[in-house]
C-alpha cells in the first residue's frame, strides 16, 4: 500500500511500485552548498519558497496585468513544467504505459513538496476523449500559504498544482488535458478538489460532476 498517494483499490499495485521506483530515485539526493547545487539521480534541481512562488509571484503579476492573466500565465507555466517533468522522468525510468506514466506523477508531487494526491474512486483515466479524473490535494502549497496567514480567497487559488498536474497527465495519456480547482481550503471549502478531463470536456465534465455530488 502507498503512503506517498492514496488511490482506488484497483491501483494500489501500480501505485506502490511507483512509490519505490521514485523513492529509490530521490534517495540519491546529494547537496553541495560549496557549489551551490543539489543533484537527485543526475539532475539538478533548485529549492524555492511556496510562498514566494505563488503569493509574492501571483501578487505581482495580479498588480501589472490584472487577475485573469495572472492565472492564467501561472497555470501555463506549470502546466509546461508538469509535462516536461513527466516527459524526462518516463525517459530515465523507462515508463511507457500510459497509467504507469501517471502513477509517477502523485509521488513524484509529494517528494517535491507540492502537495499530497487522493484520487477518488470515480476516476477513470483513460487515452481517450472519456478520460476522467477527480482528486483532492489535502495540503497544496498554495492553500497552506494562505492558511498560516489567516488568509481568505474568494475563488480557488491551487493554479500550480491545478496545471502541474494536468501537463504531467496530457503527457502519460497523449492528450490535451485540464484541471481545474472546484473546492479550495483557502476558500473556506474542505477540500482542494479538482476535477481533470480533455481540454474540450473540462466545463461539461465539471458540469456533470457538481450535478451527480447533490
Given at each position: 500500500?502507498?503512503?506517498?498517494?492514496?488511490?482506488?483499490?484497483?491501483?494500489?499495485?501500480?501505485?506502490?511500485?511507483?512509490?519505490?521506483?521514485?523513492?529509490?530515485?530521490?534517495?540519491?539526493?546529494?547537496?553541495?552548498?560549496?557549489?551551490?547545487?543539489?543533484?537527485?539521480?543526475?539532475?539538478?534541481?533548485?529549492?524555492?519558497?511556496?510562498?514566494?512562488?505563488?503569493?509574492?509571484?501571483?501578487?505581482?503579476?495580479?498588480?501589472?496585468?490584472?487577475?485573469?492573466?495572472?492565472?492564467?500565465?501561472?497555470?501555463?507555466?506549470?502546466?509546461?513544467?508538469?509535462?516536461?517533468?513527466?516527459?524526462?522522468?518516463?525517459?530515465k525510468m523507462g515508463l511507457s504505459?500510459?497509467?504507469?506514466?501517471?502513477?509517477?506523477?502523485?509521488?513524484?508531487?509529494?517528494?517535491?513538496?507540492?502537495?499530497?494526491?487522493?484520487?477518488?474512486?470515480?476516476?477513470?483515466?483513460?487515452?481517450?476523449?472519456?478520460?476522467?479524473?477527480?482528486?483532492?490535494?489535502?495540503?497544496?502549497?498554495?492553500?497552506?500559504?494562505?492558511?498560516?496567514?489567516?488568509?481568505?480567497?474568494?475563488?480557488?487559488?491551487?493554479?500550480?498544482?491545478?496545471?502541474?498536474?494536468?501537463?504531467?497527465?496530457?503527457?502519460?495519456?497523449?492528450?490535451?488535458?485540464?484541471?481545474?480547482?472546484?473546492?479550495?481550503?483557502?476558500?473556506?471549502?474542505?477540500?482542494?478538489?479538482?476535477?481533470?478531463?480533455?481540454?474540450?470536456?473540462?466545463?461539461?465534465?465539471?458540469?456533470?460532476?457538481?450535478?451527480?455530488?447533490?
Open positions: 500500500m502507498a503512503l506517498t498517494v492514496k488511490v482506488p483499490a484497483q491501483f494500489e499495485e501500480i501505485f506502490a511500485e511507483a512509490e519505490r521506483r521514485v523513492g529509490e530515485y530521490f534517495s540519491s539526493m546529494r547537496r553541495d552548498p560549496t557549489q551551490g547545487v543539489i543533484n537527485i539521480a543526475g539532475e539538478r534541481y533548485i529549492l524555492v519558497r511556496g510562498e514566494s512562488i505563488f503569493i509574492t509571484l501571483r501578487d505581482k503579476m495580479t498588480t501589472d496585468f490584472g487577475r485573469e492573466v495572472a492565472e492564467s500565465f501561472l497555470y501555463d507555466l506549470a502546466k509546461t513544467l508538469g509535462r516536461g517533468d513527466a516527459q524526462r522522468f518516463a525517459e504505459d500510459p497509467v504507469h506514466k501517471l502513477s509517477a506523477g502523485p509521488v513524484h508531487f509529494s517528494h517535491t513538496g507540492w502537495a499530497f494526491v487522493d484520487i477518488l474512486p470515480e476516476s477513470r483515466p483513460s487515452p481517450d476523449r472519456d478520460y476522467f479524473l477527480v482528486y483532492d490535494h489535502p495540503n497544496t502549497f498554495e492553500s497552506a500559504s494562505y492558511q498560516s496567514k489567516n488568509m481568505r480567497s474568494e475563488h480557488p487559488v491551487c493554479l500550480f498544482s491545478a496545471g502541474y498536474s494536468a501537463g504531467w497527465c496530457s503527457f502519460s495519456f497523449g492528450l490535451n488535458l485540464d484541471a481545474r480547482e472546484i473546492q479550495c481550503l483557502a476558500r473556506g471549502d474542505p477540500h482542494c478538489r479538482f476535477v481533470m478531463a480533455p481540454a474540450d470536456r473540462i466545463e461539461e465534465r465539471i458540469r456533470e460532476y457538481l450535478s451527480s455530488a447533490k
